[in-house]
């Protein structure tokens, strides 16, 4: 296995920087509650399409992508449907999640659903994560704007006659592309930490959108680098090592936020 | 004067509840219409309502091609969001003149896009919205609850803000308040809400004490309910 992981270093180190980055990028978006809502428990729903996929012998990011973008539908459908607090809905798409991936896997499976292997992604996997990463940097980039409009106050969006579904879908879909990325690098469970926490390291040492908008996909690179190394010295799991590295950022950015 | 909105029978109702029972009125070209009511009375609902953000039984009808400008009550995010006025405004307009202008029109230079919007007091940042909504050159300007009294002395107050505004741009202004006094300055057409309309007209002519407190008060409605019987 380690030598698999030798031949193919290189290519999965720049993948992981080019999902870390663009995961950054995507968290800078997260700010207002209704997104984090949202976002958070949708991650989850990656565990079940894992889980699925390595139960038939698929590519974990594809599974995690259908779970991913029907769940995205569904928590939209319900947001908008059911009279129900989204903390509940939450609560039952987790614990149904965790229930079908402990039921269906065997223990080594299960880590690797949990905290990721980055043993499986080889060269191909690799050119199609950095593209994938790409498509998705270029469409967010387009939408940035309206979405940060939404983000300060859907009354002004509104007002301004965006289309609000559109725009909270065209995120929804990135997000569900980057975290079915992900997932490969860092599982399932810690999959939020590669939105959230460079996002919250940005937030503490910015105070314009200008230098926001840089420093949190950069802090997500600087995660995925370090995270990739430690994993190369240490051979621990690289997915935790990953999310490790973005806390300690987080950890430094409190130490210099800005009044 | 050509009339640039026309309401007619509006019922608003939201989930199961209904929030604006049976309203029609008209504004005019230059007019200042206010919504007077109590909390909860369904003011912010109404503006909402004319902006399209809600649905509604009835009739809204603005004059073709007449463009609306909006100041919501509050933005709760924006206080600590990590962006600059400069960048606030360029999510509106790429136009830097317009910006500029904008911000003079509200009393504000050039300097100021540079401050971060959550640096900024409350009387400044309602300014601020103001001069957002201002972009584009609006002919009709919606205001949720403009507050008084955080304005520092020697500055000109919101409404008289408003009032150089409505003359300078040509505005027509739908404001919602609960400020009586704001009412009797400022506006040429007041309607009092609380779901269903108790008062409209000039205020002068509307608004006595009888009608306030069936506006505000109880009273009155336990005298009428033991009236009844």
Same mark, same amino acid.
């Given at each position: @296995?380690?030598?698999?992981?030798?031949?193919?270093?290189?290519?999965?180190?720049?993948?992981?920087?080019?999902?870390?980055?663009? !995961?950054?990028?995507?968290?800078?978006? @997260?700010?207002?509650?209704?997104?984090?809502?949202?976002?958070?428990?949708?991650?989850?729903?990656?565990?079940?399409?894992?889980?699925? !996929?390595?139960?038939?012998?698929?590519?974990?990011?594809?599974?995690?992508?259908?779970?991913?973008?029907?769940? $995205?539908?569904?928590?939209?459908?319900?947001?908008?449907?059911?009279?129900?607090?989204?903390?509940?809905?939450? $609560?039952?798409?987790?614990?149904?999640?965790?229930?079908?991936?402990?039921?269906?896997?065997?223990?080594?499976?299960?880590?690797?659903?949990?905290?990721?292997?980055?043993?499986?992604?080889?060269?191909?996997?690799?050119?199609?994560?950095?593209?994938?990463?790409?498509?998705?940097?270029?469409?967010?980039?387009?939408?940035?704007?309206?979405?940060?409009?939404?983000?300060?106050?859907?009354?002004?969006?509104?007002?301004?006659?965006?289309?609000?579904?559109?725009?909270?879908?065209?995120?929804?879909?990135?997000?569900?592309?980057?975290?079915?990325?992900?997932?490969?690098?860092?599982?399932?469970?810690?999959?939020?930490?590669?939105?959230?926490?460079?996002?919250?390291?940005?937030?503490?040492?910015?105070?314009?959108?200008?230098?926001?908008?840089?420093?949190?996909?950069?802090?997500?690179?600087?995660?995925?680098?370090?995270?990739?190394?430690?994993?190369?010295?240490?051979?621990?799991?690289?997915?935790?090592?990953?999310?490790?590295?973005?806390?300690?950022?987080?950890?430094?950015?409190?130490?210099?936020?800005?009044? | @004067?050509?009339?640039?909105?026309?309401?007619?029978?509006?019922?608003?109702?939201?989930?199961?509840?209904?929030?604006?029972?049976?309203?029609?009125?008209?504004?005019?070209?230059?007019?200042?219409?206010?919504?007077?009511?109590?909390?909860?009375?369904?003011?912010?609902?109404?503006?909402?309502?004319?902006?399209?953000?809600?649905?509604?039984?009835?009739?809204?009808?603005?004059?073709?091609?007449?463009?609306?400008?909006?100041?919501?009550?509050?933005?709760?995010?924006?206080?600590?969001?990590?962006?600059?006025?400069?960048?606030?405004?360029?999510?509106?307009?790429?136009?830097?003149?317009?910006?500029?202008? $904008?911000?003079?029109?509200?009393?504000? *230079?050039?300097?100021?896009?540079?401050?971060?919007?959550?640096?900024?007091?409350?009387?400044?940042?309602?300014?601020?919205?103001?001069?957002? $909504?201002?972009?584009?050159?609006?002919?009709?300007?919606?205001?949720?609850?403009?507050?008084?009294?955080?304005?520092?002395?020697?500055?000109?107050?919101?409404?008289?803000?408003?009032?150089?505004?409505?003359?300078?741009?040509?505005?027509?202004?739908?404001?919602?308040?609960?400020?009586?006094?704001?009412?009797?300055?400022?506006? *040429?057409?007041?309607?009092?809400?609380?779901?269903?309309?108790?008062?409209?007209?000039?205020?002068?002519?509307?608004?006595?004490?009888?009608?306030?407190?069936?506006?505000?008060?109880?009273?009155?409605?336990?005298?009428?309910?033991?009236?009844?019987?």
């Amino acid at each position: @296995m380690s030598t698999i992981i030798i031949t193919n270093f290189f290519p999965v180190l720049i993948s992981a920087v080019f999902v870390g980055g663009v !995961a950054g990028y995507l968290g800078s978006l @997260m700010l207002s509650k209704k997104m984090t809502i949202v976002v958070d428990p949708l991650s989850h729903l990656a565990l079940p399409g894992v889980a699925l !996929a390595l139960i038939f012998g698929k590519d974990v990011s594809l599974g995690a992508f259908l779970f991913l973008f029907f769940g $995205a539908i569904l928590i939209w459908v319900l947001e908008q449907k059911t009279k129900l607090p989204i903390e509940t809905i939450i $609560a039952i798409l987790f614990s149904i999640s965790l229930a079908i991936t402990f039921l269906f896997l065997s223990e080594h499976e299960i880590e690797e659903a949990l905290v990721g292997d980055i043993s499986k992604i080889g060269k191909i996997g690799s050119l199609i994560t950095i593209l994938i990463s790409l498509f998705v940097l270029f469409l967010v980039r387009k939408i940035y704007p309206k979405l940060t409009l939404i983000s300060i106050s859907e009354d002004l969006a509104k007002a301004e006659k965006i289309d609000l579904k559109k725009y909270q879908f065209l995120y929804l879909l990135s997000i569900s592309a980057i975290v079915a990325l992900g997932v490969k690098f860092v599982g399932g469970l810690l999959v939020a930490g590669l939105t959230a926490l460079p996002a919250a390291s940005a937030k503490n040492l910015s105070k314009s959108l200008k230098v926001f908008k840089i420093l949190s996909p950069f802090f997500g690179v600087l995660a995925a680098l370090i995270g990739i190394f430690l994993f190369r010295i240490t051979n621990f799991p690289a997915g935790p090592l990953m999310i490790i590295s973005g806390f300690l950022i987080f950890l430094i950015s409190i130490i210099f936020k800005k009044g | @004067m050509e009339t640039i909105l026309k309401v007619e029978n509006l019922n608003v109702k939201l989930g199961n509840e209904l929030i604006i029972y049976n309203l029609s009125f008209e504004v005019k070209r230059g007019e200042v219409l206010t919504v007077l009511g109590p909390n909860g009375a369904g003011k912010t609902v109404l503006l909402k309502t004319l902006l399209g953000v809600f649905p509604f039984e009835g009739k809204i009808e603005w004059k073709k091609g007449v463009k609306i400008g909006y100041v919501p009550q509050r933005v709760p995010f924006v206080k600590d969001f990590p962006i600059s006025i400069e960048e606030f405004f360029k999510l509106k307009t790429k136009n830097e003149n317009e910006i500029k202008e $904008a911000l003079e029109l509200v009393g504000f *230079d050039k300097d100021f896009l540079k401050k971060n919007l959550g640096e900024v007091s409350s009387g400044q940042y309602q300014r601020i919205l103001v001069a957002w $909504a201002l972009i584009g050159n609006p002919d009709v300007l919606l205001f949720d609850e403009p507050t008084t009294g955080i304005d520092i002395a020697g500055e000109e107050t919101i409404y008289q803000l408003l009032e150089r505004l409505k003359k300078e741009k040509k505005l027509t202004i739908i404001l919602v308040t609960h400020d009586l006094s704001v009412v009797f300055k400022f506006s *040429d057409y007041v309607i009092c809400l609380n779901k269903c309309p108790i008062c409209q007209g000039g205020a002068k002519e509307v608004i006595n004490p009888e009608i306030l407190s069936k506006l505000y008060g109880q009273e009155i409605k336990f005298y009428e309910h033991h009236h009844n019987h």
